[in-house]
């Protein structure tokens, strides 16, 4: 049981994405990495709980842009990084494997 002091991991209009949170994941390669080692159940899921609250939490992240976040805000920005990044395997490819698709992996950064 949380105590009455503990930051919430989340902000609490949020809080019920609290089981994505292994998707506030800070660097880009991190997201990258993430989306191609989850079960597409497990995108899917994310993606699904995610999507339909994108408004709501672009709203909410909105008056937080110009501030450093505190860190419930700064997990719920990064989801919603990962949302981006899982977004297209979702909506366009409907699959782990594309044909068309080169592996992401084998990006490299500097």
């Known amino acids: 049981m949380e105590s009455a002091s503990a930051e919430p991991a989340l902000p ?3 809080e019920d994405l609290a089981p994505f949170l ?3 994941l800070e660097t880009e390669r991190a997201r990258i990495e993430k989306k191609v080692t ?6 899917r899921s994310f993606y ?9 939490i672009l709203d909410y992240l909105e008056s ?10 700064r997990r719920l920005f990064l989801l919603s ?9 979702v909506e366009l490819y409907r699959q782990r494997e594309s044909i068309e698709a ?7 950064q500097f």
Do not use: I
């Open 81 to 89: 990084l990962s949302l981006v990044e899982v977004s297209s395997l």
């Open 48 to 56: 699904d709980a995610m999507m339909p609250r994108l408004k709501e």
């Open 22 to 24: 292994d998707w506030a």
């Open 38 to 43: 989850a079960s597409m159940g497990e995108v």
């Open 102 to 108: 080169c592996d992401p992996l084998r990006f490299l």
């Open 12 to 14: 609490l209009p949020f």
């Open 64 to 73: 937080c842009f110009d501030q450093e976040m505190p860190p419930p805000d």
